[in-house]
């Protein structure tokens, strides 16, 4: 159960999570991620996350369907949603907690050394990147309901136009969470939040409303400063996930 002031602030974080995820193609997990922990503690927080990005990035779709890079994200898509079956079972046999703190450094290492990439006129775009990149994000999407730090990685390494990024990732999300969604219901059913009909509704709307600004604002953003909201909400999700991993260590210690 969830009450009114608590869906109030859920609903917030949801807005703003809304916005970032189409002006910059991530940041929904990144911003929810401890927030549902918060709200709905570490085992439901997953499935929650996974239900809302599939309401706002659909949301969001029909408005950037022709900017969508359709042949990338196949490329992407395809090694992630049997990634993520494996991203399932690990999570059955390894501590969460664990898997985040790791999920978290390897997310900064990878940021920062991308960064560094992207100072030599090289990309790294072939059909290995794309593989290891959708296999990385679909297996600790499903694991740890965290994706979109690797997801700035290959953006980075790949000079991935920032519009096109934007617009593509909403059906990746979409298509991904909804996977992983039907994938836990039969490997791992329980956790999934227990929440009346009203609170449903109510976050929702706040994704419709964070749609609706997020669409008169996206095509505003300088590529500079997208590309730098990408780094930025990538290290400040991998900080995010580790100290989640060893909160929830220390809780269980």
């Known amino acids: 159960m969830i009450d009114p002031l608590t869906l109030l602030l859920y609903a917030a974080a949801i807005f703003v999570a809304t916005v970032a995820q189409r002006v910059v193609g991530l940041g929904f997990g990144l911003v929810m991620g401890p927030v549902s922990t918060i709200v709905a503690g570490p085992i439901a927080a997953v499935p929650l996350n996974c239900i809302f990005a599939v309401v706002a990035c659909s949301l969001m779709l029909p408005g950037v369907w022709r900017e969508v890079d359709w042949r990338r994200l196949t490329w992407l898509l395809l090694p992630a949603v049997p990634a993520s ?28 050394i991308s960064v560094v990439f992207t100072r030599s006129r090289h990309t790294l775009d072939g059909p290995g990147t794309r593989i290891g990149s959708g296999l990385a994000i679909g297996g600790f999407n499903a694991a ?67 749609t ?15 590309r730098a909201a990408v780094i930025v909400l990538s290290i ?12 929830g260590l220390l809780a269980t210690a």
């Open 212 to 226: 609706l600004l997020a669409h008169r604002i996206a095509h505003r953003v300088p590529a500079g400063v997208a």
């Open 144 to 210: 740890v309901g965290v994706g979109a730090p690797l997801v700035g990685i290959y953006a980075l390494v790949s000079r991935w136009d920032p519009i096109v990024l934007a617009a593509t990732m909403q059906p990746f999300w979409v298509v991904l969470n909804l996977v992983t969604l039907g994938e836990r219901a039969v490997l791992v059913p329980e956790g999934f939040p227990q929440w009346p009909w009203w609170a449903w509704v109510g976050a929702s709307a706040a994704a419709a409303l964070g």
């Open 236 to 247: 400040v999700g991998g900080v995010a996930v580790i100290a989640t991993g060893i909160a």
């Open 85 to 112: 079956v494996a991203g399932l079972l690990l999570a059955r046999v390894v501590s969460a907690d664990a898997l985040r703190i790791a999920v978290g450094i390897l997310a900064i290492a990878g940021v920062l």
